[in-house]
């Protein structure tokens, strides 16, 4: 991450990842390689958060960077936001999986593997405090939120993040768009989740 301007932020947010390389507060930390911490400018104005790292990520040790993070990418430029610019992390922060054979299969996180590593998100945003988080998901917002929420109600606007924090959009993941088998659907949707991108863009602008 680059480091933001002045004061001891990246110091703190270095303290921060350093601490949570260790973390053992829910079981999933036996079984990845690695804690994936979020990544980026600790002065963003923008923070995008996901689920929990996925197979190339969890050996990568970065957020975003396999087929999601690509599709994501794909849509941050298209909606004109500089990835370089933004702050990337998780809900959860190791990998969880299914072993079959060789491959390691994405298991979705429950509700207390998203609680525990609450307090990991909760400290990146008191040090990034961005002006707008974005949830891409369904863990995500749920995370953010502290319970369920509706992506198709909810997404596409601004929503007021619970206690004093801040702005909030919700939109799709991602890996959603990747599993649409219809070509013309997932043209639409990767649309849809462009132009949710550019609206939440001008909110920062
Ligand atoms: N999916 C996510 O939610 N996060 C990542 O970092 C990669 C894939």
Redesign the pocket.
């Known amino acids: 991450a680059r480091a933001s301007v002045g004061g001891n932020i990246p110091v703190a947010w270095e303290a921060l990842r350093d601490e949570a390389a260790g973390c053992t507060r829910c079981p999933l930390y036996r079984d990845a390689t690695q804690t ?1 911490f979020g990544e980026g400018p600790v002065d963003a104005a923008l923070m995008f958060v ?5 197979d190339q ?1 969890d050996l990568a040790g970065k ?4 087929p ?2 690509q599709m994501f990418n794909r849509a941050l430029a298209e909606a004109g936001i500089d990835r370089a610019s933004v702050y990337v992390t ?1 809900a959860v922060k190791h990998f969880k999986f299914e072993q079959r054979g060789k491959r390691r299969i994405h298991s979705k996180p429950g509700a207390g593997e998203i609680e525990a590593c609450r307090w990991w998100i909760d400290q990146e945003r008191m040090l990034v405090k961005p002006r707008v988080t974005v949830a ?2 369904a863990t995500a917002a749920r995370s953010l939120f502290g319970k369920t929420m509706a992506i198709g109600r909810e997404r596409g606007r601004a929503l007021a993040l619970p206690g004093d924090g801040g702005e909030a959009w919700i939109t799709v ?3 959603y768009l990747l599993r649409l088998p219809d070509e013309a659907e997932k043209e639409e949707e990767f649309a849809r989740f462009v132009e949710d991108l550019r609206r939440v863009g001008e909110r920062v602008a």
């Open positions: 994936v996901g689920e929990q790292p996925g990520e957020p975003f960077v396999g999601a993070g998780n891409l998901g993941h991602p890996s």
